[in-house]
């Protein structure tokens, strides 16, 4: 079988594929649900914004390097958007990004007599099955 005389441009350049580059409108809806969720949306996160974010999902799904290419741009072109990680804005240590964008969206709304508790215990006689939080 021959060989391909045509040279691979993208691997041999160092050039990204236009297919994994996000667009003007996957930066805008990456910000805007940044902003709404109070942490960086991950690609689960896009999986349920609708047809909007099916090419954020596709970017996701051709690798790590690709879907921080989408991160990192956004955060350089709006550099107010919550940053990566799983301390809250208040400071709040939680387990994971997944976890801070719970704790992001409920801790705002608690109403004046309630609190929210991480990891207490599920049972009082059995401390090793915690929720990951509790409304009180």
Known sequence: MPRSTHPDT???RGRIPA???PTEADLVLYRDLAR???APPNAHICRHAGPAAHHLVFI???GP???TRVHDTAAARWPDLP???SVARDGTVL???PERIVYEMLA???KPRMALDLHQPIRARDARHRADFTLR
């Open 19 to 21: 297919c994994v580059l």
């Open 60 to 62: 996701n799904e051709s």
């Open 10 to 12: 993208n691997s041999r």
């Open 65 to 67: 390097r690709d879907w």
């Open 83 to 85: 940053k990566s990680g």
């Open 95 to 97: 387990d994971s990004l």
């Open 108 to 110: 705002p709304r608690l």
């Open 36 to 38: 709404q969720l109070g």
